[in-house]
């Protein structure tokens, strides 16, 4: 007679069954019922999961033996895409598949006069945003986070933030879009990056003011208006 003797790791993966003392020539039945979360990678005749020790779907022996059922845990890939502003390669990590992702501050280099502000789900910061230090729900797909870069300043109407770009031919940072300011609204400039106050000449007008040109305001040196 031989003892067949199973064994699994990790623990958690599963469990086994058809371990047990067997008459010799007799056909045993082992099987490996694997949980939520995790994948069977095979049998193995060594607790080290050698390739060159998996165990074929049907196999002979003829001594004791101990058989090592290894579990793989579900992962999911998180992709962290670099966007547009900045150099360098977007990147990935693997986590477990219905485990959260924390995010981190990214390892791409700002073009200049830009400065990260988040990362979010969409490509134009239109979708869900996350702050460094912030944690998605549990995921259990694979995901894409664009980091989100912009201007140095940001231009404050009344409490509101709006973001900028930089404009390299005038120098100058912009809001993309079109924003109606009152005479009697506070208007400031929000430093996002340590550097100096920006100037700008826009439009043959003085700089250290808001100008107004073709539909953006775009803004220098003075931070209130």
Not at 38 to 63: C, H, L, M, P, R
Not at 84 to 103: C, E, P
Not at 104 to 125: I, V
């Amino acid at each position: 007679k031989y003892n067949v003797t199973l064994s699994s790791a990790p623990i958690e993966g599963g469990v086994v069954e058809g371990a047990g003392i067997y008459e010799c020539s007799s056909n045993v039945t082992i099987t490996a019922n694997t949980k939520e979360g995790y994948i069977f990678g095979g049998w193995f005749t060594t607790s080290t999961f050698d390739e060159n020790s998996k165990v074929t779907n049907a196999a002979t022996f003829d001594a004791n033996t101990t058989l090592y059922a290894n579990w793989v845990e579900e992962q999911v890939t998180v992709t962290l895409d670099r966007n547009d502003y900045a150099s360098g390669s977007s990147y990935t990590q693997k986590i477990a598949k219905g485990s959260s992702y924390t995010f981190t501050s990214p390892t791409f280099t700002p073009l200049t006069n830009y400065t990260f502000l988040e990362w979010n789900t969409a490509k134009d910061g239109s979708g869900t945003s996350y702050a460094v230090g912030e944690s998605t729900g549990n995921l259990t797909s694979d995901a894409t986070y664009y980091a989100i870069y912009v201007g140095q300043y940001a231009l404050e109407v009344n409490g509101t933030q709006y973001n900028t770009k930089y404009d390299s031919t005038n120098s100058c940072y912009y809001v993309d879009g079109s924003i109606t300011v009152n005479p009697n609204d506070t208007v400031k400039v929000l430093k996002l990056a340590d550097s100096t106050y920006p100037t700008c000449g826009v439009d043959g007008r003085s700089e250290g003011n808001w100008h107004d040109v073709g539909g953006v305001i775009s803004f220098a040196e003075t931070s209130s208006q």
